[in-house]
């Protein structure tokens, strides 16, 4: 192994016709290559592939059935590729402006454009793999705990320890630039959530915590530690 990924976590696959270790497949690969094919290994199918991408960046989500029926799924593993953002590729290629980059106006680009999901879908090599969450009621962070509206949020976990207090204080622009400050918990993380001036607020489930979720804006943050 190459001394440089001492104490770096890695994932990879044993290629058996050459006798190597090698890095497990990108999101083209698997998708394209049909990889997983015929293994057993689906939890459910969803009716939208643009769902599908947006559950992976999530890390876990609800999904509801034809017959009403309400699953929770909640990351297991991935393949080890770093995170691109498709966002920023659609902003980089002129599709979407950078003030009018959403959730929503990803989702739209997508929808008016199917012919181009793959194309951009399969820049970002991270392929994430999920596991059913059969006895939980919310989604579940990376403290294996449950995710409370508003008080979780998700860090750099390199940088700030999952599990420990903070406090947040921020504007909010959906309500008039309000001031809004609370305690919250470091109880998420993510392929997104890099370095420390980047924290993601839980907002819940719903079109209501989507809406919320569109805050985009600078705030202070605390980490809260024993003296």
């Given at each position: 192994f190459n001394p440089a990924l001492e104490g770096v976590k890695i994932v990879y696959r044993i290629d058996y016709k050459r006798g190597e270790i090698v890095p497990y497949w990108t999101r083209e690969e698997i998708v394209r290559g049909k990889i997983l094919e015929g293994k057993g290994v689906e939890l459910l199918y969803l009716k939208s592939r643009i769902d599908r991408f947006f559950l992976m960046i999530e890390g876990s989500g609800k999904i509801i059935l034809d017959d009403g029926r309400c699953i929770w799924v909640r990351y297991s593993a991935d393949n080890g590729r770093p995170y691109r953002s498709i966002g920023m590729l659609?902003?980089?290629?002129?599709?979407?402006?950078?003030?009018?980059?959403?959730?929503?106006?990803?989702?739209?680009?997508?929808?008016r454009h199917p012919d181009q999901i793959d194309l951009y879908f399969n820049k970002n090599p991270r392929f994430?793999?999920?596991?059913?969450?059969?006895?939980?009621?919310?989604?579940?962070?990376?403290?294996?705990?449950?995710?409370?509206?508003?008080?979780?949020?998700?860090?750099?976990?390199k940088i700030f320890p999952l599990g420990a207090p903070a406090y947040i204080v921020y504007k909010d622009e959906k309500l008039k630039d309000k001031v809004v400050s609370r305690f919250v918990f470091c109880q998420d993380t993510g392929g997104a959530i890099k370095g420390a001036g980047r924290v993601d607020i839980y907002f819940g489930e719903g079109d209501r915590a989507l809406k919320k979720s569109?805050?985009?804006?600078?705030?202070?943050?605390?980490?809260?530690?024993?003296?």
């Open positions: 659609l902003v980089k290629d002129k599709k979407i402006s950078l003030a009018n980059l959403s959730p929503f106006s990803i989702r739209e680009y997508f929808e994430v793999f999920f596991t059913k969450d059969e006895d939980t009621k919310g989604a579940i962070g990376a403290t294996g705990g449950e995710l409370t509206p508003e008080r979780s949020i998700a860090v750099d976990k569109l805050i985009k804006c600078e705030g202070r943050f605390y980490i809260l530690i024993k003296k």
